[in-house]
């Protein structure tokens, strides 16, 4: 039973446009929200988080925007960059059970 | 010391053996936990320690077990080796501040294959 889902497992999009991210999960009981981005033979590396008692979170060119009512996040990036292609995986948190991840997505920044 | 250091970064082990995989925090971060990442798969919670005792475990079998040390490394313990135990192995670290404004920091894994 996946509690977080990344419905699209690729995403494409060219140079300084937006990119959004989407992600939903299904226990309602997360209270964190996190999402990392990976590229090959790296680790997860922290993007942005936010606390299920907010509704958006900024830092610079990622905004990223939770409806709890939907159970629904979505990352933004804004401008996309070449540097921003990577898998971009999607996060929950409960106290301390560890972090739920989705399957992630790759995104893909097109010149 | 900054960042977190696993080793090895590629182990082979043949089904059955014992494997111990090693994870070197971030001077501080007195939290630690490790994840199982199978190919194509989100990392899988595996289990977290704070200040030496497991806090946290997710869905593994006994055979997956852990220590923490005091000068913040930490090991993975997995007996009985599975097939299905191939993956790579994260291990995560985070401070007292807790890991929602800074993140877990992750290192850059462990590639197990169990033939």
């Known amino acids: 039973d996946q509690q977080v889902k990344q419905n699209s497992p690729s995403l494409s999009v060219q140079e300084g446009r937006i990119s959004i991210l989407n992600c939903d999960y299904t226990n309602s009981m997360f209270d964190y929200f996190l999402w990392y981005k990976k590229y090959p033979a790296e680790g997860p590396t922290f993007l942005i988080s936010i606390s299920s008692i907010k509704d958006k979170n900024e830092d610079g060119r990622f905004t990223v925007f939770l409806n709890k009512s939907a159970k629904h996040l979505s990352l933004h990036i804004v401008p996309s960059q070449p540097g921003d292609s990577a898998v971009y995986f999607c996060?929950?948190?409960?106290?301390?059970?560890?972090?739920?991840f989705g399957k992630g997505t790759h995104l893909i920044i097109q010149p | 010391e900054t960042g977190v250091t696993q080793s090895p970064t590629h182990l082979i082990k043949t089904r059955g053996q014992q494997v111990t995989l090693r994870c070197s925090s971030q001077?501080?971060?007195?939290?630690v936990s490790w994840y199982q990442q199978a190919l194509g798969q989100g990392p899988q919670f595996i289990f977290q320690?704070?200040?030496?005792?497991?806090?946290g475990r997710g869905n593994f079998p006994p055979r997956f077990s852990g220590l923490q040390f005091p000068n913040y490394s930490s090991e993975l313990n997995v007996n009985a080796l599975e097939l299905d135990d191939s993956a790579l192995y994260l291990c995560?670290?985070?401070?007292?501040?807790?890991?929602?404004?800074?993140?877990?920091?992750f290192g850059s894994g462990t590639r197990l294959t169990v033939v």
């Open positions: 996060a929950a948190s409960r106290g301390a059970d560890g972090l739920t």
């Open positions: 320690y704070y200040r030496e005792e497991e806090n």
């Open positions: 001077s501080g971060h007195n939290t």
């Open positions: 995560a670290s985070s401070g007292d501040g807790g890991p929602y404004n800074y993140g877990y920091t």
